[in-house]
């Protein structure tokens, strides 16, 4: 397995090279905030006190994951990805404190909607997901789609030519000819 700390444009190049067909990437958008938000309220329901202050284990991965995006070396990809984390975390938190049942209501339930959103995605570009032979893709997912959308906004114009050097520009894969 290669390290975790290389930067961002090998992390999204290597994970874009499995996520051509734009409407696997379309899946991602929702399948990917899905997941996080849904590790958010299982993860919320730890909690506990450290120096006085009250912190759960959504928060603690939230910051653990903002040193990993804010140190490969793309600083406004990082931020924007801790940000869109850091709302998921924040929309999740307060599900943990209900009942049981609707806390794993909504942490089993947006978990396995977000992942049959992906797998639906992996059947249109016909290949596994990226974090089957590297599990750093759990970490840049989120950051692929949030790049995906600062790009469609006109961001990173640099990176994602880079990145389409690499891998090859996105297409619609024709499912009635797959090996195409």
């Known amino acids: 397995m290669a390290s975790p700390f290389r930067p961002a444009i090998d992390l999204m190049a290597q994970y874009a090279a499995y996520h051509r067909d734009r409407r696997n990437i379309a899946t991602h958008f929702i399948g990917i905030p899905l997941i996080v938000f ?8 730890a909690s506990f006190e450290m120096g006085g202050l009250a912190l759960n284990g959504a928060w603690v991965l939230w910051a653990l994951s903002a040193l990993w995006y804010l140190t490969r070396g793309e600083f406004t990809l990082g931020l924007a990805t801790v940000a869109v984390n850091g709302l998921l975390m924040a929309l999740a938190t307060p599900l943990a404190a209900g ?10 339930g947006s978990f396995v909607v977000g ?3 992906q797998f639906v995605g992996h059947y249109y570009e ?49 499912l009635a000819h797959p090996a195409t």
Do not use: N, Y
């Open 38 to 45: 849904s590790i958010g309220v299982l993860l919320a329901r």
């Open 99 to 108: 009942s049981l049942a609707s806390w794993l209501l909504w942490g089993i």
């Open 115 to 117: 992942w049959v959103i």
């Open 126 to 174: 016909g290949r596994k997901p990226a974090f089957v032979d590297d599990l750093v893709g759990l970490l840049v997912g989120p950051m692929f789609v949030v790049g995906e959308w600062l790009f469609a906004l006109g961001w990173g114009r640099s990176m994602l030519g880079e990145i389409e050097r690499r891998v090859g520009p996105t297409h619609i894969r024709d």
